[in-house]
């Protein structure tokens, strides 16, 4: 029998904890005895379905996010960016904007697992790039990319600030800055 990297415990780990496979199963997929993985999973203190519940909330959080951003775009532009506003000032204040970005990257999983397209893909892979921390030499190239408009329109307020939730926006948007 082979011998697993790190790597592939980890994998074998999220698949006991998150997905709740078995020992035997994950034990088959990697090509290793039942009793090897039993002996890793018993030393680590492993759980099988440990995690089902919080991915459970967190589809429910995306779910309820979706909503409400469905309900938000049929509102007023005007109202639009003042609830932006408020939204991202309560976030701030309450430390949480990063819970934000956390909320948006959801929407963009949902996104790239709709994608049917070489193109769309590409277009995804830009938007990923642009959500990098921007550094000195990268604020002062703007590069252009033309691209051919989903077939889905996608309705997102224009960017107030650098921050990471507005580049996400303007990355699905089609304005491409730091796009190597």
Do not use: C
Request: no cysteine; proline share 4%; net charge positive.
């Amino acid at each position: 029998m082979a011998r697993l990297k790190a790597e592939q415990w980890e994998q074998a780990r999220a698949e006991y904890e998150v997905r709740g496979v078995s020992l035997g199963d994950i034990a088959r997929s990697l090509k290793v005895a039942t009793s090897s993985v039993s002996r890793r999973a018993k030393a680590e203190g492993w759980t099988q379905g440990r995690m089902q519940g919080l991915v459970g909330r967190k589809v429910a959080a995306i779910k309820e996010l979706s909503e409400v951003e469905t309900q938000t775009q049929e509102l007023p532009l005007r109202f639009q960016y003042t609830m932006e506003s408020v939204v991202r000032e309560r976030l701030q204040a309450e430390g949480m904007l990063a819970s934000l970005d956390v909320a948006l990257a959801g929407k963009a999983i949902a996104l790239a697992q709709k994608a049917t397209s070489a193109g769309e893909i590409e277009t995804l892979s830009r938007a990923r790039r642009n959500l990098a921390p921007q550094t000195a030499s990268d604020r002062g190239t703007t590069v252009n990319v033309n691209q051919q408009q989903a077939q889905t329109p996608v309705h997102l307020l224009p960017p107030a600030s650098p921050e990471p939730q507005t580049a996400l926006r303007r990355a699905l948007r089609g304005d491409f800055e730091r796009d190597e």
